[in-house]
Every structure is written in C-alpha cells, then in structure tokens.
C-alpha cells in the first residue's frame, strides 16, 4: 500500500504499467505525456488516441474542438495521426457516432474500463510499433 506521499503505479486496460501516449504533442490531462488520472480530472481524458481526421470533425461536431490550436492553454491542435489522451466518454460518443479512432491499449489507463467496455477498445486497437 503506497503512503500518502507515494503514488500508485498507474495501470493501463491490459493490468499492465500505463505507457506513455505521446509526447509531440505532449498529451494528458497533466501534460505528462500520459493518460493518467485523478480526482480532478473531472473529463476522464484516459483513452490514447491515434486521432484521425474523421475522429477530428466527430469530435467538433459533437461540441470538443480538437483541431484548432489554443495557445493560451498551450494546446497546438491536432492533426490526423497525432496521439492524444481524449476523454473516455467523448471517444464513446465518436464511436456511436460512426467515427472512432484507434486506441493504443498500452497507453489507455484502466479508469477508461468504467466507461467504454474493454471488447470496443480491442476492435480499434493498434500496435504501437507499427505507428509512425
């Protein structure tokens, strides 16, 4: 058990250690390259994302514009192929819409399991080595 001073290793959706989502953007809702989580990430921005441009326009569609930069929060804006921890709800929603993206499990904290059931990730997985 960690003590109040230690923080538990994070877990990805496989039980394994969280993997880092990306760093160029750097992603995450604590901008540490990961999708972790915490009592104040009220969004839950815990699934990695290989975002595309259909995922993109879902997206803005659907009231979270990802692609346009917003310098005053340090956010460059997303381009297809980028990696970014998005919200698990706001990917269900793209996927119900028609349009989700792939999702590098690796890098998807366990927390995404409350929202989006782990046999939809494993459709829309990718290997991370095979990403360019």
């Known amino acids: 058990m ?6 538990a290793e994070s877990r990805n959706v496989l039980g394994q250690p969280l993997q880092t ?8 809702f604590y901008r540490d390259g990961c999708c ?7 969004g839950v921005h815990t699934v990695c994302a290989v975002v595309t441009d259909e995922f993109l326009e879902a997206s ?14 340090g956010f460059p804006g997303l381009r297809a192929g980028d990696r970014w921890c998005v919200c698990a709800a706001r990917w269900l ?12 499990l ?3 904290h366990e ?12 459709q829309y997985a990718v290997i991370p ?4």
């Open 60 to 73: 803005r569609q659907l009231g979270n514009d990802l692609i346009t930069p917003a310098p005053h929060f």
């Open 106 to 108: 690796e890098a998807t």
């Open 2 to 7: 960690p003590s109040e001073y230690e923080q």
């Open 129 to 132: 080595d095979k990403l360019v």
């Open 36 to 42: 972790n989580t915490g009592p104040d990430d009220r």
């Open 21 to 28: 989502c990306g760093a160029d953007p750097v992603t995450g």
């Open 111 to 122: 927390n995404t399991l409350r929202i989006v059931p782990f046999e939809i990730l494993l």
């Open 93 to 104: 929603q793209a996927y119900e819409a028609g349009s989700p993206c792939p999702v590098v």
